[in-house]
């Protein structure tokens, strides 16, 4: 487990070198740090040098890109450059990917270093960290590791191996058999020592913009998708009571956007379930988990902004996106977003997602009412944490805040923004 103090790195210099991170990369920070904000994740930093090592003041380092490699756990992350398939066929090597797609990054001759967050804690060189700049410095003429978290707080360092080598003529002594010492030959001997050098990075920040590529959007899935338990079929038990039952992994269209298989198994879960009810009697309701929450109210507003024409995003962020997309496509930039949500549709969704669930707040089991406007209200509070990365996020919010569930009478709820 990573320890929460700052370990003091013997080695430390007073230059400080100076680490630029492009609005681009930003984003890319940025975006991670929010559809992986449980858990810490990793990557390969790819950046460029300007300057030399020799003399650190005027040494300036550029973050050029983001590999994702790895989703952890809450307090630890790490990664292999080649990482064995899940179905057992071979080994993923995202690096040789980028360079395959991007053959041009080559001849710019960028340099390796890691990125890797503490999502909700400081950022800070922990022991585990301080073990992981040495154990792989070495293998780089200096090595960049740069720590951000959720807050977008980031902390670099540079760190280089600086060796002594040293040969002298010495004597050589051993015991008689008194126990006593005596010389029995003089040779030259080698001697060699190595040390640590590192330097903090004075981090200077370009304003985020929202332009992320296709290659690091599919790296970040692939990375979710990895950190999962393999799916399995669920048992006819499993619909009952247990929390074990995994969907499959989104898969594509062939216009290269995913389908929604958790809200597809979720409807013929409930059907099924339906069925079985007259043979089986009343189920009894379980209750949501603190932890839950988030994941359930991603997967409920996924199903809610999806159009039934056309397939739905695996990810809701992955969604956003393309609704913004798809507004610029047919209304242009200029125009207003135009949300329309059908409140019938909401509790018919909430009934689906929510109607056989419990809720606790402060010990004491929500009513319905209470329940529905929890939802809702924790689907608005998600989609205001988006709206700096997503604008249309916000107008989805304010229209979802228009709804009136005292209001008996069908109605629509729309904006324009």
């Known amino acids: 487990m990573k320890d929460l103090l700052e370990t003091k790195i013997e080695g430390t210099q007073q230059e400080v070198v100076k680490l630029f991170i492009p609005a681009l990369v930003h984003e890319k920070i940025n975006y991670l ?36 490699m790895n989703k952890g756990s809450q307090a630890y992350t790490e990664y292999q450059f080649n990482e064995p398939k899940r179905d057992g066929s071979g080994y ?16 710019k001759k960028w340099r390796i270093g890691l990125i890797h967050s503490h999502n909700t804690m400081p950022v800070f060189f922990s022991g585990t960290d301080v073990s992981e700049l040495k154990d792989n ?7 960049l590791s740069l720590i951000v978290n959720n807050k977008l707080e980031m902390t670099a360092k540079i760190a280089f191996k600086s060796i002594m080598t040293k040969t002298a003529e010495e004597d050589f002594f051993a015991t008689d058999e008194e126990g006593k010492k005596y010389k029995t030959f003089k040779r030259n001997v080698n001697f060699v020592s190595e040390e640590m050098i590192v330097h ?61 298989p958790a ?15 007259p043979h089986l009697g009343e189920k009894k309701k379980k209750e949501i988990k603190d932890t839950e929450i988030d994941v359930l109210i991603e997967e409920f507003l996924i199903q809610l902004l999806s159009d039934e024409d056309s397939p739905t995003c695996y ?21 207003p977003y135009y949300i329309e949500i ?17 809720i606790m707040r402060k010990g004491v ?14 689907c608005i509070n998600h989609l205001e944490n988006l709206k700096d990365m997503f604008p249309i996020a916000e107008t989805i919010a304010k229209v979802l805040g228009a709804i009136n569930f005292n209001n008996k009478k069908h109605d629509n709820h729309k904006r324009k923004i």
């Open 33 to 68: 740090c929010k559809v992986i904000r449980e858990v810490e994740w990793s990557g390969i930093l790819l950046y460029s040098v300007k300057g030399t090592i020799k003399n650190p003041k005027e040494l300036e380092l550029t973050a050029e890109d983001i590999i994702p």
């Open 92 to 107: 993923d090597d995202k690096m040789i990917d980028y360079f395959n797609e991007r053959p041009d990054t080559i001849r």
């Open 365 to 378: 089991s929500l009513s319905e009412k209470e329940k529905k406007r929890f939802v809702l209200g924790e």
């Open 315 to 335: 990810y809701l962020t992955s969604m956003l996106r393309d609704l913004e997309q798809d507004h610029i496509i047919i209304a242009g930039e200029s125009e």
């Open 263 to 277: 809200a597809d198994q979720l409807k013929q879960l409930n059907e099924i379930e339906n069925a079985l009810k």
């Open 200 to 260: 903090d990075c004075s981090i200077f920040t370009e304003p985020i913009v929202p332009a992320l590529d296709k290659l690091f959007l599919d790296n970040v899935e692939s990375i979710i998708e990895a950190a999962k338990v393999p799916s399995f079929h669920a048992s006819a038990q499993s619909l009952y009571g247990s929390s074990n039952v995994y969907m499959p992994t989104g898969s594509r269209f062939p216009d290269g956007s995913y389908r929604n």
């Open 342 to 358: 059908d409140k019938n549709d909401f509790t018919e969704l909430y009934n689906l997602h929510f109607g056989d669930q419990v």
């Open 137 to 143: 410095c070495g293998a780089h003429s200096f090595y």
